[in-house]
């Protein structure tokens, strides 16, 4: 039976969850300083929770009771059908950039996502959550000699930006022996803002251009997984998982509201020009993405894995306003998990240790200085370890995680970043049967 507590326990978890749903969708806009953000969708978010995250990113194969995996949704019937598990988190990122001689550094902090996911039988499971879809977030110039001007005037060309587009998703996994099948439907939303100003040097009576763009985009999407555990040896709890998933194009509705200022450096005043609002059904997409992956697992000592992902980002042609164009991506991931006892006294002994790899290449090749189209590939690495609290059940997930941008042309900004993520895991039994003494 369940208890007046547990069904209490529940209510405020959910409610938790539903209250931490805005903050976080807003929370994103704090994620991210990068000027590659200014292009395509801001940089692109990964679906995964902090245990995921600390193998690299592991995610179709991926089939871990502790450890909520909205990548596949094949992979929800893992969870123990007696439990319900909560997992949410905060990041920490240092960057540092350089161009040249040019250097930069900053630090950003903000609610990463949330997550949910309980059974409703011994063959079906159902998730729900919001994890970022895409973040914006940049503030750079530069200085340029006015044209036709002899005394060496000077003037700057600033550009900024910030926001972020959320996926906030409902899921469910079913499974037939040890097949298992699961579909998630995400709503996106969100919006971005953008903003290029030209400044003309102090102390004249200038008329400073201001262009200001917002982009909000709103729309439905759909992904599909399977998995397959194959059992090579059961009394030695030796098993193979294959995982894939699909996502088919989805149109996204849009929204450009498009701003032109004047600014005058003499009165401090700023006046509207020009104000157009345009709406599309078609301009913005969810690509069409495919992924593959394959886990090893020896007990629940040690598990291994390996993950392919592909986006078909060519399909959404030139971003528009920016020079940018569009391009396929693709991503591997290597990573694993040790677990020394779990019976152990030791809490270091009953803890889990994840480290991983991966690297992928960007899905949008940005205007270099020699007037070309180039892109940039990623390599990340991480290690994490997961701690359990009283119960042993519940987690506290740490993740350090390293990503180095390499740009693929020369002029192009490099990038260095280092992150710490924070994950809480609670883990409840609400549907065990109390035991009376």
Same mark, same amino acid.
């Given at each position: 039976m369940i208890t007046r507590k547990k069904i209490i326990s529940r209510l405020v978890l959910t409610g938790l969850l539903a209250t931490l749903t805005i903050p976080c969708a807003h929370a994103q806009n704090?994620?991210?300083?990068?000027?590659?953000?200014?292009?395509? *969708?801001?940089?692109?978010g990964e679906r995964m929770t902090a245990g995921a995250r600390a193998m690299g990113g592991l995610g179709a194969g991926l089939r871990d009771p502790n450890i909520v995996s909205p990548a596949n949704p094949a992979s929800y019937t893992a969870v123990d059908s007696l439990t319900f598990?909560?997992?949410? +988190?905060?990041?920490?990122?240092?960057? *540092?950039?350089?161009?040249?001689? %040019?250097?930069?550094?900053?630090?950003?902090?903000?609610?990463?996502?949330?997550?949910?996911? &309980?059974?409703?039988? %011994?063959?079906?499971?159902?998730?729900?959550?919001?994890?970022?879809?895409?973040?914006v977030g940049y503030r750079f110039g530069n200085t340029e000699k006015l044209q036709g001007d002899n005394s060496g005037s000077l003037y700057q060309r600033a550009y900024s930006g910030e926001g972020s587009y959320n996926d906030l998703y409902l899921g469910v996994g079913g499974s037939i022996g040890n097949f298992s099948l699961g579909v998630n439907a995400s709503y996106l939303f969100g919006y971005t803002t953008r903003q290029h100003q030209v400044i003309y040097s102090s102390g004249s009576n200038a008329i400073n251009p201001v262009d200001?763009?917002?982009?909000?985009? %709103?729309? &439905?999407?759909?992904?599909?997984? +399977?998995?397959?555990?194959?059992?090579?040896? +059961? %009394?030695?709890?030796?098993?193979l998982v294959f995982g894939a998933t699909f996502a088919p194009e989805m149109g996204l509705r849009s929204e450009s509201v498009l701003l032109q200022y004047q600014y005058n450096t003499q009165t401090g005043r700023s006046t509207l020009l020009r104000a157009d609002t345009l709406s599309s059904g078609a301009q913005h997409i969810s690509p069409m993405s495919l992924s593959g992956g394959l886990t090893y697992r020896y007990k629940d000592v040690f598990m291994v894995g390996a993950d392919?992902?592909?986006?078909?980002?060519?399909?959404?042609?030139?971003?528009?306003?920016?020079?940018?164009?569009?391009?396929?991506?693709?991503?591997?991931?290597?990573?694993?998990?040790?677990?020394?006892?779990?019976?152990?006294?030791?809490? &270091?002994?009953?803890?889990?240790y994840r480290f991983g790899l991966n690297g992928s290449n960007s899905y949008v090749k940005v205007p270099t200085p020699s007037g070309t189209l180039a892109g940039y590939t990623q390599y990340g690495a991480s290690l994490g370890i997961g701690i359990p609290l009283v119960d042993r059940r519940s987690l506290v997930s740490l993740t350090i995680d390293y990503s180095y941008l390499h740009p693929q042309a020369s002029g192009m900004v490099k990038e260095h970043s280092l992150g710490l993520t924070v994950g809480v895991t609670f883990n409840e039994g609400w549907f065990r049967k109390a035991r009376i003494n």
């Open positions: 704090n994620s991210e300083r990068s000027p590659y953000s200014r292009y395509g *969708y801001g940089r692109l598990i909560m997992d949410l +988190a905060v990041s920490l990122r240092g960057s *540092y950039l350089s161009e040249g001689s %040019k250097k930069d550094s900053r630090v950003l902090g903000n609610l990463d996502y949330a997550t949910i996911l &309980f059974p409703v039988s %011994k063959h079906l499971a159902i998730s729900a959550g919001i994890m970022p879809f895409s973040t200001r763009s917002q982009l909000h985009l %709103k729309g &439905f999407r759909f992904d599909f997984g +399977a998995q397959y555990e194959w059992i090579l040896d +059961a %009394k030695r709890g030796k098993s392919v992902s592909y986006m078909k980002w060519g399909s959404a042609g030139d971003n528009a306003g920016t020079g940018a164009r569009f391009t396929d991506r693709y991503r591997i991931a290597v990573g694993g998990e040790w677990l020394p006892n779990y019976r152990g006294r030791s809490i &270091f002994s009953r803890s889990y």
